[in-house]
């Protein structure tokens, strides 16, 4: 089974899709997706459909859902001719205790697929090997067409997901712009980090890279604002001033002169780990 969840939902066995467009089935098949080869509880699947009270009727209609993603698969099975491998739904949607279980077999996953080159780009970074990370985190990124599940209904179990995901995206998109840095592509990183602290004004790493790439370009004055509406920000909506390590990022720019390096080429670590952004200087 084939299946995407970083853009549209797409699920395809045998080549042939048994994404539903009803919008409750589709979110069942989006939870499954998500936990494929663990089962998936009764209990998480009719909080995800109806919240913390259910009608009365979640068990049969939820067995209503099970039923028609089954008649999708059967259709699946019979165009791509596994019926004469003896295969049938119920081999890939399985009935459980206590749940649903939906086999992934060796298919294809986008979200496998980006965690790999993820993993591989982290691994060069840690060698300090930046062109192979920026490659590798570049390829990870490129897989996301949208936000993750983003023509699918969520619920609480869904939303948790999405918003994991997400992080994990930022995360790679924080790594792959450091490694871009390394490799001294300041200027071709200034169109794209305009629009991320736009889009996320409290991201402090980004900020940082942010300050990094306008000081290399020659903007010194700019890199300054920078942090200045970071700050603001932080202080205005969280009542807290920027970490110690891009307070530090800042003095190192004040106390450079202007189009020379910053003092001592000092770096800033990124906020949620060990990794650090690329010298000032």
Known sequence: MDTDILGTLGVREKGISIAPSAPKPRQVLALLVLHTDQVVPVTMMTEELWGAEPPRSARPTLQTYILQLRELITVALEHGGATNEGRCAKDVLLTVPGGYLLKGGEGTSDVREFERLAGMGYRAMDAEDFREAARCLCEALALWTGPALADVQAGPHLRTQIKRLEETRLCVLDQRIEADLRLGRHRELLAELTVLVSKYPMHESLC??????????????????????????????????PSAALAKLQRSILAARPGGSAVNGTAVPAPSGGRRLAPVG
């Open 208 to 241: 940082g890279q942010y300050m990094v790439a306008l000081y290399r370009s020659g903007r010194r004055g700019e890199a300054l604002e920078a942090y200045q509406r970071l700050r603001s920000t932080l202080v205005r909506s969280l009542g807290l001033e």
